[in-house]
């Protein structure tokens, strides 16, 4: 069963799957957010009534809870034929049964400019980078005349206007210095101002009159929320008069251009210093400095690419039970989905009350049952924010507000539907229950339990099937290599160069991700990194693969994606995969056995460190602590997000950087942490090393963990490296002790390098995408003796 996209819906099916786990059926996720938005409170987060978190759904966390692989990916076509998601990076992913949930964006293909210069209202991650762009542009230079304009008045488009209007009110009212957070894929900016609250409920906050800034609202009806009241539409109308919003009704943009008369813009700033001319359909012209699209949804053009029956603006044509009306194998909800003979407006309520009976049909699904049908409500409440603490209700031709109790209102309904995804119930996250029946035959049938021996190995036809799909990721075989997988025996047969020597390594351990593929390139970065940090080239591997009990197709396509990931990481390095061995087991695991060559005389070892090198780090520790909190559901999601990208980054740039700077000495930063490989170092060189704990890079949410006191399971054993420390140290704070003593996978090389090749080495590391890398050390002569390590 595969989900792709991390709308309502699904994230109702989740919640309520960790719940209710069906035995035999494996669930993976495919969204490109790792925390969906929570339409109802993006104008509230962006008038600075809620903070990042308080408005988002963290889907990885959420998936752990529903035992749910999580592939951080955007989806971008479908092969109904042989039943697969394409996506961006990853392979193909198979699927038996698929749910589509994955939203609709405003239309801009029709308008000339619209998609280059105007800040869409979705995808909601990248509408509020540019938000935050703007507001950290508007607090560079607050008394700048400014124009802004939103296209599109109905509910969507007029709340946005007013919450952009209320935060910037905010902001000339209390002087909020928007402070950045320390994590890029969070919002830059915090709340300014929250309503204030009195007893229990929340007062109107109030603002100057005037502002630098002027509104401009352009919609191609005469009159606000157009869908809604003649009452609600004049009450709108009202306020947006009195607010001194500019109306422009009965307009439409025909095409946005940039402003001939701005000398100030600067190309390919799409969001700093440049001006544009609106044209509009009565001829006439807008000019404005910022352009807010908030109109008609549209869907993905590869949903009706894919042969899926769609109505005639793209979206999937569903039936009462929201199966495809032309493939029943594929399931659609949301604002992606068209009920056939039920139209309904694009509408988050829809998609929340979906979710529970998406939820059971696809269960029934699963156990061949029949599905029920979804009968939608023909009319919705809805409560609009003014963005001052107010709220209107509107529901057909009955209407209330604005008032402060249903701004209140709203707000306890929205966190109440938030709760119910942050209140996990801790004992429930754990791995899916083992698969007890095959879910891929119409007539689930009994799995034998498995065997042991060579009779846990993963079929001959299967696995031919694998390395077949495998042949496009797999890059020409070196000449070097004399049997391996193009014509595979018993065993693979390599030949040295003349002049070389053999480096061999190897590393295997569970999954510590959900996602196999990118488990795949995990592994093989970190396998690979004991040749690199050892100035070996390499050349080839062996692969072990652990699979689940499970069918054929299961575990084949388990073996198709962790095999791939690996290929990602090693094609590009010319290293060939050459065999390998599979076996069944409790849980996925995999390794490599990796081979490279290199010069007698050229290898790097730990005992080649020189008084007065500087050593040099090229990733940031944390991912032991972020890990550990991972598997027990108490990190944040785009904190896993941040620790992810810094194991799957090779360190194979780094090595020809470190060579042409005269690296002497090197080692990877692995299970020992970093305190446990200098030690290695220093008694290895005879000599003493002092490093600076300011300087060692971190990953965000790395402190917070270690302040919760969550460590890795190898760290109390990796703390008696402290004992080594100099007596002059100063003495590691908890936090601290986590940085030296943390397990890192895939971790950073820590390089020895002269004085005055280091800023020249960190500036090309850096250029080379190691943002992180730092000096975090110097080599000195040992005193007394005795090696150690001095903590400055």
Same mark, same amino acid.
């Not at 009920?339 to 509408?347: F, N, Y």
């Not at 500087?614 to 990733?619: A, D, F, M």
């Not at 490093?691 to 300087?695: D, G, K, M, Q, R």
């Given at each position: 069963m595969v989900l792709v996209g991390g709308g309502h819906s699904h994230a109702i099916v989740l919640k309520l799957w960790g719940m209710n786990p069906l035995p035999g059926v494996r669930l993976t996720l495919i969204t490109d957010q790792t925390h969906t938005p929570y339409s109802g409170m993006l104008p509230g987060h962006v008038a600075g009534f809620y903070d990042f978190d308080s408005c988002h759904i963290d889907l990885r966390q959420l998936a752990q809870f529903a035992g749910a692989q999580f592939y951080l990916d955007r989806a971008i076509g479908l092969d109904l034929n042989q039943n697969r998601v394409l996506c961006q990076t990853h392979p193909p992913v198979a699927f038996q049964w698929l749910s589509l949930d994955i939203g609709s964006t405003p239309t801009v293909d029709g308008v000339p400019g619209a998609a280059e210069y105007a800040l869409a209202a979705k995808p909601v991650p990248e509408f509020l980078q540019g938000w935050n762009a703007l507001l950290a542009e508007v607090e560079a230079d607050p008394q700048r005349r400014?124009?802004?304009a939103v296209v599109g008045g109905g509910a969507g488009g007029v709340e946005l206007l007013l919450a952009l209007r209320s935060r910037l009110q905010n902001f000339y009212r209390h002087g909020s210095t928007l402070e950045p957070s320390p994590n890029a894929l969070r919002p830059t900016w915090e709340p300014s101002a929250p309503p204030k609250v009195q007893g229990d409920r929340l007062l109107p906050v109030t603002f100057p009159v005037t502002l630098p800034v002027t509104f401009h609202l352009i919609h191609r009806g005469n009159a606000p929320l157009t869908g809604h009241n003649l009452r609600v539409q004049r009450q709108f109308q009202s306020l947006l008069n009195r607010l001194g919003v500019v109306t422009h009704w009965g307009e439409t943009v025909t095409a946005v251009v940039p402003d001939p008369d701005d000398s100030q813009r600067s190309t390919g700033q799409r969001y700093t210093g440049q001006r544009y001319q609106l044209q509009q359909?009565?001829?006439?012209?807008?000019?404005?400095?910022?352009?807010?699209?908030?109109?008609?949804?549209?869907?993905?053009?590869?949903?009706?690419?894919?042969?899926?029956?769609?109505d005639d603006?793209?979206?999937?044509?569903?039936?009462?039970s929201l199966q495809s009306l032309s493939h029943p194998?594929?399931?659609?909800?949301?604002?992606?989905?068209?009920?056939?003979?039920?139209?309904?407006?694009?509408?988050?309520?829809?998609?929340v009350r979906q979710g529970k009976p998406l939820f059971e049909n696809l269960q029934r699904l699963c156990q061949g049952q029949?599905?029920?049908?979804?009968?939608?409500?023909? @009319? &919705?409440? $809805?409560?609009?924010?003014?963005?001052?603490?107010? #709220?209107?209700a509107s529901r057909g031709i009955w209407s209330l507000g604005f008032a402060p109790w249903l701004w209140y209102w709203k707000n306890r309904i929205d966190l109440q539907f938030m709760a119910q995804f942050t209140d996990l119930p801790p004992g429930m996250m754990a791995a899916p229950p083992p698969p007890r029946r095959s879910p891929w035959t119409a007539n689930p049938a009994p799995l034998p339990p498995p065997c042991a021996g060579c009779g846990s190995k993963v079929g001959a036809q299967s696995l031919d099937r694998v390395l077949h799909r495998l042949r496009d990721l797999r890059p020409a075989t070196s000449p070097d290599t004399l049997v391996g997988l193009d014509c595979p025996d018993d065993a693979a047969v390599l030949q040295i160069p003349p002049g070389k020597v053999l480096v061999q390594t190897v590393d295997f351990f569970p999954a510590l991700v959900s996602d196999p593929?990118?488990?795949? @390139? &995990?592994? $093989?970065?970190?396998?690979?990194?004991?040749?690199? #940090?050892?100035g070996a080239t390499p050349h080839s591997a062996l692969a072990l693969v652990t699979l689940n009990p499970g069918s054929p197709a299961l575990q084949e396509e388990t073996l198709y994606q962790v095999l791939a990931g690996a290929l990602r990481v090693l094609a590009p390095l010319g290293v060939d995969l050459v065999g390998g061995h599979t076996t069944t087991g409790q849980g996925l695991a995999f390794g490599l056995s990796c081979n490279g060559w290199g010069d007698r005389n050229a290898l790097w070892s730990k005992g080649g460190l020189k008084p007065g090198q500087?050593?040099?780090?090229?990733?940031?520790?944390?991912?032991?602590?972020?890990?550990?909190?991972?598997?027990?559901?108490?990190?944040?999601?785009?904190?896993?997000?941040?620790?992810?990208?810094?194991?799957?980054?090779s360190n194979a740039p780094a090595l020809d950087i470190f060579r042409h700077h005269g690296t002497t000495a090197c080692t990877d930063i692995t299970g020992f942490g970093l305190l446990g490989h200098v030690v290695e170092m220093v008694r290895a060189s005879g000599v003493s090393v002092r490093?600076?704990?300011?300087?060692i890079p971190r990953l965000p949410g790395a402190k917070d963990t270690w302040n919760r006191g969550i460590f890795s399971s190898l760290h109390p054993q990796n703390a008696q490296a402290l004992q080594w420390l100099d007596p002059r140290s100063i003495a590691p704070s908890l936090p601290l002790q986590g940085l030296l003593c943390d397990p890192q996978t895939a971790g950073g090389l820590l390089a020895a390098v002269p004085l005055d090749q280091a800023q020249s080495c960190l500036r090309h590391l850096r250029q080379g995408g190691y943002g992180a890398s730092a000096l975090v050390g110097m080599v000195q002569l040992m005193p007394d003796d005795r090696p150690g390590v001095l903590l400055v």
């Open positions: 400014r124009q802004w359909r009565s001829g006439r012209s807008l000019v404005c400095d910022r352009l807010f699209w908030v109109t008609q949804a549209s869907a993905p053009p590869w949903l009706q690419q894919s042969g899926l029956a769609t603006r793209g979206f999937v044509r569903v039936g009462p194998q594929v399931l659609a909800t949301g604002d992606i989905a068209s009920l056939e003979g039920q139209p309904r407006p694009k509408a988050g309520v829809f998609a029949p599905l029920r049908p979804f009968i939608p409500q023909r @009319q &919705i409440l $809805a409560l609009i924010g003014d963005g001052q603490g107010r #709220a209107l593929f990118v488990f795949g @390139q &995990i592994t $093989a970065n970190h396998c690979l990194n004991d040749l690199l #940090a050892m500087v050593l040099i780090l090229t990733k940031p520790l944390g991912t032991g602590t972020l890990m550990a909190g991972a598997m027990q559901g108490r990190v944040k999601g785009y904190w896993v997000d941040g620790a992810i990208a810094a194991m799957v980054q490093l600076e704990s300011s300087a």
